[in-house]
């Protein structure tokens, strides 16, 4: 990573930093008729997203939610502690 990219990458906050990881999560979820929103991350690192169309009430969404994003998200920000499904 180039001193400009270590920069730019300190100046976001962890919100848009997790956001850019869900918008290169985004379209495998979508190609399956679903989406996902990011709603917040929490003082405590936990980001919490709302799933939308064919993701509610699938029986994988746990998996995609923990093996999917989760692992995305906490492998590229390692500040974050969990994601968890919200209303």
Same mark, same amino acid.
């Given at each position: 990573?180039?001193? %400009? =990219? *270590?920069?730019? #990458?300190?100046?976001? *906050?962890?919100? %848009?930093? +997790?956001?850019?990881?869900?918008?290169?999560?985004? @379209?495998? !979820? #979508?190609?399956?008729?679903?989406? /996902?929103? /990011? !709603?917040? &991350?929490?003082?405590?690192? +936990? +980001? #919490? &997203?709302? /799933?939308?169309?064919?993701?509610?009430?699938? @029986?994988?969404?746990?998996?995609?939610?923990?093996?999917?994003? =989760?692992?995305? +998200?906490? $492998?590229?920000? @390692?500040? &974050? *502690?969990? !994601? $968890? #499904? &919200?209303?």
């Amino acid at each position: 990573m180039s001193q %400009d =990219e *270590t920069a730019n #990458q300190d100046a976001m *906050t962890i919100y %848009d930093r +997790v956001e850019q990881v869900i918008e290169r999560i985004r @379209p495998a !979820v #979508q190609s399956d008729g679903g989406d /996902l929103e /990011l !709603v917040n &991350v929490t003082d405590e690192g +936990v +980001v #919490q &997203v709302r /799933l939308h169309g064919a993701c509610i009430g699938c @029986p994988s969404s746990s998996m995609t939610l923990h093996m999917g994003i =989760e692992r995305n +998200v906490r $492998e590229k920000i @390692p500040e &974050v *502690t969990g !994601v $968890e #499904q &919200v209303s």
